[in-house]
């Protein structure tokens, strides 16, 4: 078992993936917003199993793996290494929509972490990628720089990517609060092996099984109503 045992680090993880931190994810259904519209999640437990889907088999297995690359990278400092892996989470979105969720999320957690947490290496890291850097790139590269143990970045990067589909579907179905948290309560362990699967990673054998989340997505683009961006 690993733990945070600095205050600091603690801190920073709650910051970097608080829903107040502001990357915008609360604009991002991840596909789901047609998927209520369709009538393919209409109960809490629609809910849990969607965004299981996505953390076992979509692209919760390739942010964790990616996440873990690039922490394991910036905390060697082996550019080539960090910029070889963010360069494939940008291969890995299958749609328009869930590349503009993760670039966009990136790019806003590049910049508010430089001004409120400055480090060098992971400036330099930011200004080679621009706007075309992955969010869980950025964010393992941010705690490789600056000394985070991995798992817990993981568990807590896994987390708020399905805190945040929860509170989508909360608004979406529409389900009440208690709901919510009763379906973030059933995530935990699908959050905890998502994060054991990632650590285990090899980005050369790295892939997804959930094309119907992708067909949501592309649905999703020309959807005569919509609240969210993805």
């Known amino acids: 078992m690993t733990t945070i045992t600095a205050d600091g680090d603690l801190l920073r993880l709650l910051a970097w993936l608080s829903p107040a931190y502001p990357v ?17 999640v209409r109960t809490r437990d629609d809910l849990v199993g969607y965004a299981a889907a996505a953390l076992a088999q979509g692209a919760g297995t390739v942010d ?18 960090l910029d070889a892996a963010t360069e494939l989470a940008l291969a890995f979105r ?29 400036a330099a890291y930011a200004r080679r990628h621009g706007r075309a850097l992955p969010h869980a790139a950025a964010v393992g590269a941010a705690a490789g720089f600056g000394g985070i143990l991995l798992r817990p970045t993981l568990v807590g990067f896994l987390s708020a990517f399905a805190a945040n589909l929860v509170s989508a579907g909360v608004r979406l179905v529409p389900l009440g609060q208690t709901d919510g948290q009763i379906a973030i309560a059933a995530l935990l ?9 990632a650590l285990l990673s090899d980005l050369d054998s790295l892939g997804t099984a959930v094309p119907v989340l992708d067909l949501l997505s592309m649905r999703h683009e020309t959807q005569y109503t919509r609240l969210f961006r993805s």
């Open 24 to 40: 915008g994810a609360y604009t991002y259904s991840h596909g789901l917003e047609t998927a209520v519209e369709e009538g393919l």
């Open 64 to 81: 964790g793996a990616v996440l873990a690359a690039c922490h394991r990278a910036a905390a060697a400092s082996d550019d080539t290494a």
């Open 94 to 122: 299958g749609t328009a929509e869930t590349a503009l969720e993760s670039t966009a999320q990136g790019a806003a957690f590049a910049a508010v972490t430089d001004a409120a947490w400055p480090d060098p290496g992971f």
């Open 189 to 197: 362990p699908h959050v905890s092996a998502a994060a054991d699967t």
